[in-house]
């Protein structure tokens, strides 16, 4: 007799696989077992896997003190037939037993996803990657700053902002190894600091456009779909790296914690905005002439121009006054 037994852990996923033969495989604490449970609620000798007068495999329990059970908590009071892939529970531990014959899923093909994970999972990107949102925070900051700007602080505020947002794949991260998944740290890591470096070049790029051509519903509306699609993308690769799971599932998951996102986001934004302002909407933003769309005028052209206006308009309330 040849078995393949399957230790399980927490939410029925494997933990062990052990290959075992023999006309009589003995399970139990005890080392002199065929298959070793450390499990303190088994006894040492629990139970036995052997063959019957008809050639089948019953799974029979020795009196032990907790007792064996088939899966759904079914108690098995002498003795209890085995098909491939059948799970049992001894104390809190559990266990499926499979025949060397017993079908297994189709082989999955390498894709483009995983290169590019495997790409994202090196430490030169991950910390390439983590120096250019650190960068691009600090440039941020003195382009916004109006007083005297310190590097040091900033520096230390830019590092304190990094952590904080590692604490997002550190949370993914710890998730597939609950799941008993590849935790692939820098590759979370990657993928997050990359998402919040595009969304803040998408959110600085609606400034840009608002500065030129005010506030637009538009603009808005291209952005918030932008920013929804980009959410979702990095949700899914989370759950890529994170678990297994077919690509119809993994959409799933990942659509609906991006509309959960989007639902808290939008409350938060409009908890408290008020229903009415009597202030108007603008763009408190100052660029550059040379990021502009338009043609610009130098000092003394536009001081020219201002005189002409003002001579033009002293001119015509003049023959006004005459009629």
């Not at 040849?2 to 080392?31: M, P, V, W, Y």
Request: contains cysteine; negative net charge.
């Amino acid at each position: 007799m040849e078995l393949i037994i399957e230790i399980l852990g927490r939410g029925s996923h494997a933990f062990d696989l052990q290959k075992i033969e023999g006309d009589t495989i003995r399970i139990g604490r005890a080392f002199d077992n065929d298959l070793i449970l450390s499990d303190p609620h088994i006894c040492p000798h629990h139970a036995v896997l052997e063959l019957d007068e008809q050639g089948g495999i019953v799974l029979r329990d020795t009196g032990s003190i907790n007792g064996t059970f088939a899966k759904g908590h079914k108690p098995i009071e002498s003795e209890q037939k085995v098909t491939s892939g059948d799970e049992f529970s001894l104390g809190k531990s559990r266990f499926r037993v499979y025949l060397p014959d017993h079908p297994v899923a189709d082989s999955i093909r390498l894709n483009w996803v995983e290169r590019l994970a495997h790409t994202v999972n090196l430490p030169l990107v991950a910390g390439g990657l983590s120096l250019v949102l650190l960068v691009l925070h600090l440039y941020l900051q003195y382009a916004g700053e109006i007083s005297e700007f310190y590097v040091g602080r900033e520096v230390l505020g830019a590092v304190g902002v990094l952590m904080v947002i590692s604490l997002w794949p550190t949370s993914w991260t710890l998730f597939a190894r609950y799941k008993k998944h590849e935790a692939r740290f820098l590759a979370q890591l990657s993928a997050t600091v990359l998402f919040v470096i595009v969304f803040t070049l998408l959110d600085k790029l609606k400034d840009w456009l608002a500065f030129h051509n005010g506030s637009s519903v538009l603009i808005d509306g291209v952005v918030i779909v932008l920013s929804i699609g980009l959410t979702l993308l990095l949700i899914w690769f989370h759950f890529y790296l994170s678990i297994f799971q077919a690509s119809r599932k993994r959409w799933f998951y990942a659509g609906g914690m991006t509309a959960l996102f989007v639902c808290i986001a939008y409350i938060g934004s409009n908890l408290d905005k008020d229903s009415f302002s009597s202030r108007p909407e603008y763009v408190a933003k100052i660029y550059p002439s040379s990021v502009s769309f338009y043609s610009t005028q130098t000092t003394d052209e536009f001081i020219k121009a201002a005189e002409s206006i003002f001579e033009d308009s002293k001119e015509e309330a003049g023959h006004k006054d005459v009629d």
